[in-house]
């Protein structure tokens, strides 16, 4: 887990974030939730922030792709099915077959589902 220089608020997880780390993101912004953006290719999470756009920018830094990179917010105390949403503006990718804000493509949702629930969690309560 690194913390990005120039986005205060936004860490890199390549590994399970802390309890206390996730609780502090997620009242910095929101309170009942964070943002973060999935590398589905390099399997790295940047979460925390303002935007999508913020922790986007700071895996591009770090040598993503902009086409594999996916947003969505985490809420946590919400179980299992319900902990994520696959919104964020950033995925707005015609080009890409993604016409909404919504991720539509099932493999990508699947991946993006697995890193979650592997590097932040599965929707338990903070």
């Known amino acids: 887990m690194t913390a990005a220089q120039d986005a205060p608020g936004i860490v890199v997880l390549e590994r ?4 206390h ?3 502090r993101l997620v009242g910095a912004f929101f309170g009942d939730m964070v943002k973060y953006v999935v590398d589905v290719e390099r399997a790295t ?3 925390g922030g303002e935007l999508h756009a913020d922790a ?3 895996l591009l830094d770090e040598g993503s792709r ?4 996916w947003g969505a917010n985490y809420y ?3 179980g ?3 902990c994520i949403e696959f919104t964020a503006l950033i995925n707005i990718r015609p080009s890409q077959g993604n016409a909404g804000m919504e991720v539509q493509d099932a493999a990508v949702r699947d991946g993006m589902r697995a890193l ?3 590097l932040i969690g599965e929707g338990e309560p903070l």
């Open 116 to 118: 979650t629930y592997a």
């Open 66 to 69: 902009q086409q594999d990179l």
């Open 21 to 23: 780390e996730l609780a």
């Open 16 to 19: 399970r974030i802390e309890r």
């Open 45 to 47: 999470i940047a979460i």
């Open 76 to 78: 946590p105390g919400r």
């Open 56 to 58: 986007e920018q700071v």
């Open 80 to 82: 299992r099915e319900d």
